[in-house]
């Protein structure tokens, strides 16, 4: 786990490169279509009017054109930019919305068919939260921006959806809208249509010959110490070192299972009094190092408070696959994250969830070579976390919906191990020594080897696998 010491200390500043049962069974996945009644309208002004300028600021609004309400957080909104560069990677944010930045996500996509004036996507989407919009009422200012991690100024008149003379809102069809995964306004770059993420009826892409080898496990055990753990390939970590607080220790002791309405449930708490002799970090991840392309998903548990003491930690809540670093800058190195800033760090000042992709990275002098997508809003609460791999592209997924798509170049070239972690980046959040701790809940995981599942079709199969009575299996043979 060393390379993450490095990667994960300063990663967010430097992202140089390509942008069960009862309450805790999984959660029922429904599939919303478009009625003939609904409809949306998009209009757009900029107040960056420049060819050129430090961020692109996309102001939007969206108009219920239709004749029944709708729910926002079934709308998906998409900008479609021209890359900077190849390596170029992007940060979202929301200055000030009429209903509150809290309940507006922005996400980047690459487009599967490159054009002149396009070859990346924002997409703008809302939480529950946001609410929903009656017929004929709109969202009201949406004042949006994005820039390139690196702060370098970003070229804008190439871009498919820009207009530097639009500076009053006006409808605007270079901008898509889609309701519950129906285009209902706008027009993509030409081969691009919003289709994705695909309908939970969709059959798996690339299902190779002899694949579908599962992994899974509900995590029903006693405790860290119970046999059938180790057995089940499963490493609860006690070694020293990083990511996070200098002196910290991992502490098997504090990965521990619970029964919760009748449903086993691993809890991975970690806590601090202020210092890094106090300071306990926890990790559970397979022995072997045998996973690759297919589908990883898992039930998780995210905290945004401490279940005890003062708020406020640098916490790092995870769920991702890893290999080891050979050298600086090897290029078969491979790791896929779902990381999840309850309080910020790493330059944010608040709440963020990523996905990130990493191709290889030199520890020092720091330089790194990754894709991700970002989301700042809260995700306390129970998530369904999927990403797929396959020979094209790494697609991340949270609660059914698309989070991300990440490039070829990121693909891995060897297997990684499967892991979830708890850790403190710094202590510089919170400084109090009051004892404080949190907690990381996992319902299960599983690993598809060679196979892409829709988010519908991983829920699918855990729930065949539990009612057969199946609480662990696994079939991935070893690399």
């Not at 140089?16 to 919303?32: D, N, W, Y």
């Not at 409808?171 to 289709?195: K, S």
Request: charged share 15%; with cysteine.
């Amino acid at each position: 786990m060393s390379p993450r010491t490095t990667s994960r200390t300063r990663a967010a500043l430097a992202l140089t490169a390509l942008a069960g049962s009862a309450a805790l069974a999984t959660l029922p996945l429904t599939t919303a279509s478009a009625a003939p009644g609904d409809g949306l309208a998009v209009q757009y002004r900029t107040s960056a009017s420049g060819a050129t300028a430090d961020q692109s600021e996309p102001w939007l609004k969206v108009r219920n054109t239709g004749t029944t309400a709708v729910e926002l957080s079934q709308v998906k909104i998409r900008y479609y930019f021209k890359a900077d560069s190849p390596t170029a990677s992007y940060r979202f944010a929301c200055s000030w919305a009429v209903k509150g930045c809290s309940v507006v996500t922005g996400t980047f996509g690459t487009l599967a068919n490159p054009t002149a004036t396009a070859d990346r996507y924002l997409e703008i989407g809302f939480t529950p939260g946001a609410g929903s919009l009656a017929p004929g009422a709109d969202t009201g200012d949406m004042q949006l921006r994005f820039h390139q991690s690196s702060w370098q100024t970003l070229t804008q008149s190439d871009d498919y959806s820009f207009s530097g003379t639009q500076t009053a809102y006006a409808d605007w069809t270079r901008v898509t809208a889609q309701l519950a995964g129906a285009t209902v306004w706008g027009t993509a770059p030409a081969g691009n249509e919003p289709t994705d993420p695909p309908t939970p009826t969709d059959p798996p892409t690339d299902p190779p010959t002899g694949g579908g080898q599962t992994l899974f496990d509900d995590f029903s055990y006693t405790s860290h110490t119970d046999p059938a753990l180790a057995s089940h390939g499963w490493n609860v970590r006690s070694n020293s070192g990083g990511p996070g607080v200098p002196g910290a220790t991992w502490d098997p002791s504090k990965v521990t299972f619970a029964t919760q309405s009748g449903n086993t449930v691993m809890n991975l708490e970690t806590s601090s009094a202020g210092t890094g002799s106090t300071t306990v970090h926890t990790e559970v991840l397979t022995k072997a190092t045998k996973f690759r392309n297919g589908t990883y998903a898992a039930r998780v548990k995210f905290s945004d408070a401490p279940k005890y003491g003062p708020d406020g930690d640098r916490v790092v809540q995870t769920f991702f696959t890893i290999n080891d670093l050979k050298a600086p800058m090897a290029d078969d190195y491979a790791e896929y994250d779902f990381e999840y800033l309850p309080n910020g760090g790493w330059g944010e000042p608040a709440n963020i969830l990523y996905t990130t992709s990493w191709e290889t990275y030199n520890p020092d002098p720091w330089q790194a070579v990754n894709q991700h997508s970002e989301s700042r809003t809260s995700f306390a609460g129970w998530h369904d976390l999927v990403v797929t791999i396959d020979n094209s592209r790494i697609t991340y997924y949270v609660d059914g919906a698309l989070f991300g798509t990440h490039d070829a170049a990121y693909l891995p070239e060897r297997p990684m191990s499967i892991n979830f972690n708890q850790w403190l980046i710094d202590l510089d959040g919170q400084t109090s020594t009051t004892p404080r701790a949190y907690d990381q809940q996992v319902d299960y995981v599983l690993h598809v080897k060679d196979q892409v599942l829709t988010p519908a079709q991983v829920a699918a199969k855990v729930a065949a696998l539990r009612g057969a009575g199946t609480s662990f299996v696994d079939e991935v043979p070893a690399s």
